[in-house]
């Protein structure tokens, strides 16, 4: 029997690469990738002469059953995306259920990943919180916003540019234009930046300046505000 491998690619700086990505990647007989045209300069980076087959939303459910017959097969399969840690907010999760469910080993190596520098960076409590990624961008996307209101731990989300700015005033709407937040784009790349304090500002910093590249978004929980409240009462009196 083979083994399904899911490697970590560099979510912007090639430095992040380990050696054991590089490693399985050179020594697996299938390399999928969910853009090849994406992850065929990183593996020429990396001295990586192999060709990557696609595996996307779009087709993972008809790949699975070849990937799952090459498993049997003995071979080694090795899971890239676009970047980042695959299965999270990324194809990979349907394949690996799968494997689990024939009896197949499955392997997920550390590496880079963009919500953990940013809930680290965010300055927001990182002992207990919720990882919700991309909301719903129609159906159930209120419902949800509804029933994150009384989260009390921190909230993390993934957003687009063009979305970034609706989803933190939907944010003020429903937890309060002063929740304490924290915004990351472009990290470990070049323009780097992070952005905190409450949604309101952080919403007025965005409005007056270039959204571009991915964006994480860290949002206090609710009891963090309750916190945050009661520290100002006594302080008061």
């Known amino acids: 029997m083979g083994k399904l491998f899911l490697v970590p690619t560099p979510i912007g700086n090639l430095e992040d690469m380990t050696f054991r990505a590089i490693r399985i990647l050179k020594e697996a007989d299938v390399i999928l990738a969910e853009d090849t045209r994406t992850s ?48 999270i907010s990324d194809p990979g999760f349907f394949l690996v259920r799968e494997s689990l469910k024939n009896g197949l080993e499955v392997e997920c190596l550390p590496g880079a990943t963009a919500f953990v520098p940013a809930l680290v960076n965010s300055g927001l409590p990182c002992d207990a919180f919720v990882f919700e990624g991309f909301l719903p961008v129609k159906k159930g996307r209120q419902t949800r916003l509804k029933k994150l209101t009384t ?33 990351s784009r472009e990290l470990t790349k070049l323009y780097e930046e992070t952005v905190r304090g409450t949604l309101t500002e952080i919403k007025s910093h965005f409005e007056n300046n270039i959204l ?26």
């Open 151 to 183: 989260e009390e731990r921190t909230m993390i989300f993934y957003e687009s540019p063009h979305r970034l700015l609706k989803t933190l005033e939907e944010f003020a709407q429903y937890m309060g234009a002063e929740r304490q937040a924290s915004v």
């Open 212 to 237: 571009k590249g991915e964006f994480v978004i860290c949002v206090a929980g609710a009891e963090e505000e309750v916190k945050k409240k009661n520290k100002y009462k006594n302080d008061e009196e």
């Open 40 to 87: 065929a300069p990183l593996l020429k980076h990396f001295g990586i002469d192999k060709k990557a087959y696609s595996h996307h939303q779009h087709n993972e459910h008809q790949a699975t059953t070849e990937i799952i017959r090459l498993l049997k097969e003995g071979k080694n399969v090795a899971l890239i995306s676009d970047a980042g840690t695959p299965a």
